[in-house]
Structures are given as C-alpha cells and as structure tokens.
T-cell receptor, first 110, second 110 residues
Framework: RKEVEQDPGPFNVPEGATVAFNCTYS??????FFWYRQDCRKEPKLLMS???SGNEDGRFTAQLNRASQYISLLIRDSKLSDSATYLC???????????FGSGTRLSIRP | SQTIHQWPATLVQPVGSPLSLECTVE??????LYWYRQAAGRGLQLLFY??????ISSEVPQNLSASRPQDRQFILSSKKLLLSDSGFYLC?????????FGPGTRLTVL
C-alpha cells in the first residue's frame, strides 16, 4: 500500500461546480498535512496546510479525518483558473521529510 | 526575504554524460533541503534530503548523488546519465514545517 494515495482523475467539472478530492495516508502517526497545487510544467505551490479543526481559505476548504486517515479538499464555485493537479502531502512524526501523493488532475470546463 | 533558486531551468544531455544541478537558498540558515524528481505524468519521488552541511540521506538507490558543501547550497550530481534520469528535478526546503519548492530543472536525457 502506498503511504499517500490519491485518485489520479481527471476530474472534469463545469465552471461554478463544487468538487472534492480525498487523499488517504497509511501512517497513523502522521502529524502534518498539506494540499499543493501544480500547474503544467511548473513547481508545486503550497495551497494550504490542513489543521485538525479543518480550515478554510476563500473557496477552498480542507479537512482532516484522523479516524479514517484521510484529508479532503473542497473547492466551491470552481473557476477555469482552478484547473491544475492537486497534490496532497503528509509529514510523518519525524518531520524530516514530507511524502506526496501522485496528484489529482482537475479540469474546469466553461 | 526567503527564496530558493535552481539552475539551469532546462537541460538536454546525452546518455552517459555527467550532471550537476544546483540549488541555493536565501533568507535563512541551516534549512532542511530536499531533492525530488517528477517523471512525466508521475508523482514526486524524494531522492535526497539534508539537515545540514555534509549530511545527506538517500531515499532511493540509483546513479545519482547529492552533496551539501555549504549551508545554503545543495547539489545533485551524476557521473553517467541514463535515459531513465529524464524528469523534472525540484529542490525544496522547509520553513515553519511547510515545504516550498524551487522553480525546478527540466532534464531530458537523449
């Protein structure tokens, strides 16, 4: 089993729709969780950290479910500019390295 | 301000040739530094990480090596490139438990 798993997609949704991704992790001792956005041929950029209480940044909401060992990202009122690959990342308790999922491709259509 | 630089941005090398990719950071001291590779359409593979000068941890056995000659410099090398070394090489560092990436080097081995 991979340490961090994501549905590769692609998710193809109309503009204005709400879309959600999940990401599962295998190490129950994981401490830190993140969502990154990666545009084509660019480096990943930190979208948001995921806190135990969940957090929201504008149209983006991230949640952590420790019992089921997954994190989620919800995008409301999706825009064309949201088209990208979304990577989840998990840091084990050692905090020496962060493990990334393979990413979920999102395509927003007009 | 804190920034991370990588060069070159793109590189085309013949099989069997040597490689040297450089990553430098500004605006902090003693950062944890990381080298990742992303093959076309694939996830991020952690190659090496370093917690200080001369300290290198290798994640995946391969024909690549890394060195950290100075606090803010991290170098990825190979004596003889293979076709399978083609990919997008990303340097990253951790700031306040969040990981940030450099702009990357796109390497094509022919």
């Amino acid at each position: 089993r991979k340490e961090v798993e994501q549905d590769p997609g692609p998710f193809n949704v109309p503009e204005g729709a709400t879309v959600a991704f999940n990401c599962t992790y295998s190490n129950s001792a994981s401490q830190s969780f993140f969502w990154y956005r990666q545009d084509c041929r660019k480096e990943p950029k930190l979208l948001m950290s995921v806190y135990s209480s969940g957090n929201e940044d504008g149209r983006f909401t991230a949640q952590l479910n420790r019992a089921s060992q997954y994190i989620s990202l919800l995008i409301r009122d999706s825009k064309l500019s949201d088209s990208a690959t979304y990577l989840c990342a998990v840091a084990p308790s050692s905090a020496s390295k962060i493990i990334f999922g393979s990413g979920t491709r999102l395509s927003i259509r007009p | 301000s804190q920034t991370i630089h990588q060069w070159p941005a793109t590189l085309v090398q013949p099989v069997g040739s040597p490689l040297s990719l450089e990553c430098t950071v500004e605006g902090t001291s003693n950062p944890n530094l990381y080298w990742y590779r992303q093959a076309a359409g694939r996830g991020l593979q952690l190659l090496f990480y370093s917690v200080g000068i001369g300290q290198i941890s290798s994640e995946v056995p391969q024909n690549l090596s890394a060195s950290r000659p100075q606090d803010r410099q991290f170098i990825l090398s190979s004596k003889k490139l293979l076709l399978s070394d083609s990919g997008f090489y990303l340097c990253a560092w951790v700031i306040a438990e969040e990981q940030f990436f450099g702009p990357g080097t796109r390497l094509t081995v022919l």
